[in-house]
């Protein structure tokens, strides 16, 4: 199994947020990890997005 | 309801507003006293007029429509529910509509003098030393609205009939300031201009149980002048620079920084499926953070909730 690195650009204030998440211990113990966790958890909640419907901008 | 004693009463002529002082806990009720009269509404903190209802804030929070259940907010940065409406016979009012205007009655229809809620607030609310710029937009109790598909509001026919009224309990001290909306071409009001009933009524113990608010801050930025840089009020109305002026951004700079984020093959599908969606971006990067943020947003946000996923 390969693995792709995504660069998430972020910043100070979302940063602190990801701490927050990261302080709950049930996302990922690190910012990368959160954001992998919180990315699979939409498109699992969310197929109709996957199956090509336009999400609402 | 019983329980309740009356500590004022008035009946609005057409034409004519009212200010009057409901306190923490009190109850305001508007009832209709014909067929159908929309009420224009403004509202301040009674211990610092600087404070005032906010359409932005309680549009945002509760849509174009609020109804019995929704709250009444007060203006960035303050912010704190002023009032609940806790009854609601009708459920028709509007954050959409501004106040109208004389302006608004001869620049579109030729009327160098009409009544308008502008004017009336403004005279309303002078009994307390405030002036015309101290009328802000409106609630507009009763007034029934839509907007179309190509995002213009319209008016649509009044629904309230006699006897229909709204009931809203007081979170803080406010000077509330209802009057009898002057659009009388319109189908606000039914073209035809009529009285409402106005009470400040003290709630019973069960209601202030059941729908009070905290009155003091719950949130750090709910601020008050004592948070202010500034915290006089200007008393000369031509502005002048400040040469001392030094900005102090709350946030500032704002650095970024890029977070690697690792994926299994599986996952990476899923950036190319939402890739081809549209609505996420199209950098990976991009996508995964669009993603991660809608989720985010449905699991933490706290109030009331407007956001769709994926928007």
Known sequence: ?57 | MTGRDVVFEHVLEPGTGKAVPVLRGQILRIEQLGDGQCADFNAFNLHDYKEYFHTGRTRHLHGLFPKEGDMLWSAPPRERPMFTIIRDTVGTNDVLYPRCTGFLYEYQYGFERHTNCHDILAESIREYGLTPDDVHDSFNFWMHTGVDQTGHPYIKRMLAAKGDYVELIAHFDILAVPNVCGADIFSTSNFELKPLKLQVLESTPKERERFLEPEERRYRNQRTPADFKQKEIRVMRELERDASYVPEWPVYPIVTHGVEVELADEEYALVDRLRANGAFGQTDGAIVRHAFFSWWIEHYMQGPKHLHAGE
């Open chain 1, 1 to 57: 199994m390969t693995t792709h690195t995504v660069t998430v650009v972020i910043n100070q204030q979302q940063e602190e947020m990801l701490d927050r998440l990261v302080a709950e211990q049930r996302h990922g113990s690190t910012h990368a990890e959160v954001i992998r966790s919180g990315f699979v958890a939409f498109c699992r909640e969310h197929p109709e997005f996957l199956a090509g419907e336009r999400g609402e901008a």
